[in-house]
């Protein structure tokens, strides 16, 4: 089967996070049963120069796939027309609902040919993201809506959780499949018994979707000593600046530290350093760096609108309310004064968990099982 696969950014870039690892784990893991073709953006997120190590204007071999690198502006856009109307392809796939380059227009298009297409909202449903430009985001619902670009579209949630996000926005007749997204592959290698001062990370992009600001704010009411790690692009400048202010104001036993951006090579290596993962994100259609804090072995500390759920009653952290910050602060509290030993038996039952649910071939089934229904309905 051919798939015509959108996204706005691919390897070699790494700043857009998740929806990179997302489309390389499909293509790493269904490239025997599928043969995709990719078109994406020529340069990394937040970037103004292109890739230096691509060729523009032809198919670049990466990994399981062909991927077209489009230039910016007009001449992009003219790039996917071209593609799209060779039709050299059986079925479209969008990774992302509201993006004009790589989803509205390769959709419209599309429902002109009378092509079969899947679009994978990648989060962009949840209550979380919506609350973010909600106008602009809104409008946008209801003129989709209203020119019926719904109707035979069929849509991917990576969770129950996304399903309803997806038909409370679009209503309930839309045509969705649950395909989780393939997780990571990679596990830490050992286990360190932690120092006395606990280490908390962050890994994500810094934008207001992912809510670090929330989490500088749960110390101010943590009592015991904290070291706490950041890293990602800093995709948003005044809100890394509000984060700033509220760094400065910590008590003096939070130690809080900036320490730049990470290669995707690096991130479990890296998470395997710390002791609990602490991302009070807005939302995650699924969040890679949540299931490779798993596989590094680390209690997470995240808020309930991700489908990781349930996970003190697992034994792997807490998924709290953002509606009540004072009980990320109790959890953080609790780690702190937590032994040596009893911690280190959570990490290694985190990555026991991890090694079962990710060596399991379920979301890759769900997926080919996706790109079948779609080419066969």
Known sequence: MNILTFTGHYLPGYKGGGPIKTIKNLFDQTGNSMFYKLITSDRDLGDTLPYNSIDHNTWNKVGNAEVFYIQSGNIGYKQIIKILFERDYELIYLNSFFSPTFSVL??????????????????????????????????????????????????????????????????????????????????????????????????????????????????????NPLVYDIYGPIEDQSYWQHCQS????????????YKGELTPEQVVPILSSYDFFFMPTKGENYGHVIAEALCAGLPLLISDATPWRNLSEQGLGWDL?????????????????????????????????????????????????????????
């Open 321 to 377: 309310p953002l509606d009540n910050p004072s009980a990320f602060s109790s959890a953080i509290n609790k780690l702190a004064l937590m032994s040596k030993d009893d911690h280190h038996e959570i990490r290694k039952n985190v990555l026991k968990w991890a090694r079962n649910k990710f060596s399991q071939r379920d979301a890759i089934d769900a997926n080919i099982a996706m790109f079948e229904y779609a080419a066969n309905k």
């Open 106 to 223: 390769p959709l419209i298009i599309a429902k002109t040919l009378r092509q079969k297409v899947i679009v994978g909202p990648r989060g962009e449903f949840s209550e979380g993201a919506l609350s973010l430009k909600s106008r602009k985001k809104n409008t946008f619902i209801k003129l989709y809506k209203l020119l019926n670009l719904h109707r035979g579209t069929i849509y991917q949630a990576s969770s129950i959780y996304e399903a309803e996000d997806i038909k409370r926005v679009l209503g309930p007749k839309v045509d969705i499949v649950i395909a989780e997204d393939i997780g990571a592959q990679e596990f830490a290698k050992n286990i360190a018994i932690r120092e006395q001062i606990i280490k908390a990370v962050f890994i994500s992009r810094i934008s207001p979707m992912k809510n670090l600001g929330f989490a500088l704010e749960t110390f101010k009411s943590v009592q």
């Open 246 to 257: 509220i760094i400065s104001d910590l008590p003096s036993h939070i130690d809080v530290h």
